[in-house]
């Protein structure tokens, strides 16, 4: 058995690794030892600040897509106050539930998808100002 420190995301995790291989029914040959806090949440990296919104009710900085999937809920509502890194919206991409963040402190100017629609990458799913 070899023990190996991993950082995933942040997250620092203790495994250890059995050396050899038994046969196809064996178990799997690393396994999560100790983490310092909870297992991670799969969560959506911060959609990156797009400064390109037409003039009128849509902010300044759209919040998109980052990988094709569905709209589970609506965390937030136009004309709220949101932190950097506050949940907006939950995105369903390959059966995880991803958490979409406000980039940055600021205003939800719009929200433009409701749950139940379907995304593709780099939709604007909000703006903010």
């Known amino acids: 058995m070899k023990n ?7 997250n620092v995790y203790e495994v250890t690794v059995e050396e050899g291989f038994t046969g196809a029914a064996s178990a799997p040959a690393a396994a999560p030892k100790a983490a ?4 991670p949440k799969a969560a959506a990296p911060a959609p990156a600040a797009a400064p390109a919104a037409p003039a009128g009710a849509a902010g300044a900085v759209a919040v998109t897509a980052p990988m ?3 709209i589970l ?3 937030a509502s136009a004309g709220q ?7 907006i919206l939950v995105l369903e991409a390959m059966k995880m539930e ?3 963040v406000a980039p940055q402190d600021g205003t939800i100017a719009t929200i433009n998808v409701a749950a139940g629609d379907s995304v593709e990458p780099g ?7």
């Open 68 to 70: 094709p999937g569905k």
């Open 98 to 100: 991803n958490e979409i």
């Open 81 to 87: 106050a949101v932190k950097k890194g506050q949940v």
């Open 4 to 10: 190996y420190t991993i950082t995933v995301n942040g």
């Open 123 to 129: 939709a604007t799913l909000a703006t903010m100002n």
């Open 73 to 75: 809920g609506v965390k």
């Open 36 to 39: 310092p806090k909870a297992a």
